[in-house]
């Protein structure tokens, strides 16, 4: 078990540019969670895969955010045109499937710097 | 998106001194989670409650599951200057299918040797 990886850990882009994160979660997990963190919040969830479906999307995702997971292993997020208010803490979690179904362990987060 | 409300936001203690901290909400959640964060760092899993009025211990810390749901503590006893960092609640509501996680602003702590 070697936890949740996500890469690259700090990306500076400059507004209008397209970026795209990666998550690696534990293995064997097969949901995967995406939140965004900004300086003195909580995480703030933005969508859930079981395996390679998305079921779950919040109101922050917009239409310039998309995840995919496409073989229910690793997981993207790509932001498309990003703008400054982007700037934020990426963060990948994920969970099992069985008595630690409601468990969920996070990377070490992707520091995204719009400028 | 919806916060749950964390007390206090900060706090100063001496190394040695017990922590009290809590979470209230105004939605009942069928889970709690208490992680901690180190800068620049992902949110650690520390303790999971799964039942209301469990109290659920982890070396140093313990946790309980409010009466209510709407609520829970974290106690620390016996700080030490490890125990520095911004501590998360965070709850969690399946009825309707959902997985995701409800997170509070955080309590910071600062521990003074």
């Known amino acids: 078990d070697t936890g949740v990886s996500q890469d690259p850990r700090h990306k500076i882009t400059k507004r209008g540019q397209n970026v795209t994160f990666r998550c690696d979660p534990i293995?064997?997990?097969?949901?995967l969670y995406w939140y965004r963190q900004t300086l003195g919040q909580g995480p703030e969830f933005l969508t859930y895969?079981?395996?390679?479906?998305?079921?779950?999307k919040s109101r922050l995702l917009s239409d310039r955010f998309s995840a995919e997971r496409p073989k229910g292993s690793f997981s993207t997020l790509e932001i498309q045109r990003t703008e400054q208010g982007d700037s934020a803490m990426y963060l990948c979690?994920?969970?099992?499937?069985?008595?630690?179904?409601?468990?969920?362990?996070f990377g070490p987060g992707t520091r995204l710097t719009v400028t | 998106g919806q916060q749950l409300n964390q007390s206090p936001q900060s706090m100063f203690i001496q190394e040695g001194e017990d922590v009290s901290m809590n979470c209230t909400s105004s939605?009942?959640?069928?889970?709690w989670l208490w992680y901690k964060q180190d800068p620049g760092e992902g949110p650690v899993l520390l303790i999971a409650?799964?039942?209301?009025?469990e109290l659920t211990s982890n070396g140093r810390l313990t946790a309980q599951f409010g009466i209510t749901r709407k609520d829970s503590f974290l106690n620390i006893s016996a700080s030490i200057p490890s125990d520095v960092g911004i501590y998360f609640c965070?709850?969690?509501?399946?009825?309707?299918?959902?997985?995701?996680?409800?997170f509070g602003k955080g309590t910071k702590l600062s521990v003074i040797p």
């Open positions: 939605s009942i959640f069928n889970t």
């Open positions: 409650l799964y039942k209301a009025g």
């Open positions: 965070a709850g969690q509501w399946s009825g309707a299918g959902s997985y995701q996680l409800t």
């Open positions: 979690a994920s969970s099992g499937g069985g008595t630690d179904l409601y468990e969920q362990y």
């Open positions: 293995s064997e997990h097969n949901r």
């Open positions: 895969f079981q395996n390679e479906a998305q079921l779950e």
